[in-house]
């Protein structure tokens, strides 16, 4: 009976933790989706500032609302409330929600807009985005970084 007892408390316990481990696996990869997104949604704000004639990290203009002055060493929380509107942007990190059905997640997004050292004498063109995506896991605080760098690509080859 006791062998018994042990190996069943042992396969619990395993069990337990296989769960626990695949919960962690499912957030990671939430996360680092998540911050994708802010770097993606920090490129079309770039394109759309592009396609409505204005400055690369955008402008000030009270006639667009979704329009804003993106500022070196600055970080924004960015967030997509619905698909159908502009990309909600806030001095804060923000909660991040299921696009599909608005269901509140344990993920906090903020994305930075800093320098880049790009080698070149003028670097005013080059911005470093880093999107940063940060969740509570019992215990511990977890985050998942991304970066990749944006241009004024609008005096290129168009």
């Known amino acids: 009976m006791m062998i018994l007892t042990i190996a069943i408390v042992a396969a619990t316990n395993l069990l337990v933790g296989l769960l626990r481990s695949n919960d962690n696996n499912v957030k990671t990869l939430q996360a680092y989706y998540?911050?994708?997104?802010?770097?993606?949604?920090?490129?079309?704000?770039?394109?759309?500032?592009?396609i409505y004639n204005f400055?690369?990290?955008?402008?000030?203009?009270?006639?667009?609302?979704?329009?804003r002055k993106f500022?070196?060493?600055?970080?924004?929380?960015?967030?997509?409330?619905?698909?159908?509107?502009?990309?909600n942007?806030?001095?804060?990190?923000?909660?991040?929600?299921?696009?599909?059905?608005?269901?509140?997640?344990?993920?906090k997004r903020v994305v930075a807009?800093?320098?880049?050292?790009?080698?070149?004498?003028?670097?005013?063109d080059f911005v470093l985005v880093t999107s940063t995506v940060s969740w509570s896991?019992?215990?511990k605080e977890r985050?998942?970084?991304?970066?990749?760098?944006l241009t004024d690509w609008k005096g290129g080859a168009l």
């Open 34 to 50: 998540f911050a994708q997104e802010g770097i993606e949604a920090a490129r079309n704000i770039r394109d759309t500032n592009w």
């Open 55 to 67: 400055d690369w990290l955008g402008d000030v203009n009270p006639n667009a609302a979704f329009l």
């Open 71 to 87: 500022e070196k060493g600055a970080a924004y929380g960015i967030s997509l409330v619905d698909p159908n509107n502009y990309w």
């Open 89 to 107: 942007i806030s001095n804060d990190e923000v909660i991040l929600r299921f696009a599909a059905n608005g269901e509140e997640t344990p993920f």
């Open 113 to 124: 807009f800093d320098e880049y050292d790009c080698g070149l004498d003028n670097c005013d």
């Open 137 to 139: 896991a019992g215990s």
């Open 143 to 149: 985050e998942v970084k991304l970066q990749t760098v």
